[in-house]
């Protein structure tokens, strides 16, 4: 179709009425560009050939995966204070020789059940979990983080049908 051709306009359909709605108030034919250009700007509110400001909206749609799960092995001290986990309840601990697992998670309030699960999987600490953002980090013996790990990706996956990703180690 000619982008000039002649189109009807349905029943003389002209401008819009209330919430965008097209009122009948002309009789005359629109080109398929007129007519184009009439709906962005009566509907939609845009001007042809006017820069737009662009607005760009992030949303996040919970799946049902665990997009992260790595176990670190035995970490230097400045990891482990970078991360927070020589604050709190674990002031003061030894942290030498303990592994770290760290586990991303959606919909975020699942690392609730992650974080129990470690615990009574393995002799684990809950180092961090956040409910709000999906994030788990836990510490232990690097056979214990280990069983922790998998055990969560193993229930995740076989239990609640979640995607899980491979668990990485280093």
Same mark, same amino acid.
């Given at each position: 179709?000619?982008?000039? !051709?002649? #189109? %009807?306009?349905?029943?003389?359909? =002209?401008?819009?009425?209330?919430?965008?709605?097209?009122?009948?108030?002309?009789?005359?034919?629109?080109?398929?560009? =007129?007519?184009?250009?009439? +709906?962005?700007?009566?509907?939609?509110?845009?001007?042809?050939?006017? %820069? =737009?400001?662009?607005?760009?909206? !992030?949303?996040?749609? %919970?799946?049902?995966? +665990?997009? #992260?799960? $790595?176990?670190?092995?035995?970490?230097?001290? &400045?990891?482990?204070?970078?991360?927070?986990?020589?604050?709190?309840? $674990?002031?003061?601990?030894?942290?030498?020789?303990?592994?770290?697992?760290?586990? $991303?998670?959606? %919909?975020?309030?699942?690392?609730?059940?992650?974080?129990?699960?470690?615990?009574?999987?393995?002799?684990?600490?809950?180092?961090?979990?956040?409910?709000?953002?999906?994030?788990? +980090? +836990?510490?232990?013996?690097?056979? &214990?983080?280990?069983?922790?790990?998998? &055990?969560?990706?193993?229930?995740?996956?076989?239990?609640? $049908?979640?995607?899980?990703?491979?668990?990485?180690?280093?």
């Amino acid at each position: 179709m000619d982008n000039n !051709q002649q #189109l %009807p306009v349905a029943g003389g359909v =002209q401008g819009t009425g209330a919430g965008g709605a097209l009122t009948r108030e002309d009789t005359g034919k629109l080109t398929r560009d =007129q007519m184009v250009k009439k +709906i962005l700007r009566d509907v939609f509110r845009i001007e042809w050939g006017k %820069p =737009q400001s662009k607005r760009i909206i !992030q949303l996040s749609v %919970p799946a049902r995966e +665990i997009t #992260l799960a $790595h176990v670190i092995g035995a970490s230097e001290e &400045e990891v482990y204070r970078n991360l927070g986990l020589t604050i709190g309840f $674990h002031k003061g601990a030894d942290l030498s020789g303990r592994s770290i697992g760290i586990i $991303h998670i959606t %919909p975020a309030e699942c690392a609730v059940i992650a974080s129990d699960l470690a615990v009574k999987t393995a002799d684990v600490d809950i180092g961090f979990m956040d409910r709000f953002k999906g994030t788990m +980090i +836990i510490t232990g013996a690097r056979a &214990e983080v280990d069983a922790a790990i998998y &055990e969560i990706a193993r229930f995740f996956k076989d239990e609640m $049908h979640y995607t899980v990703c491979p668990v990485t180690r280093q």
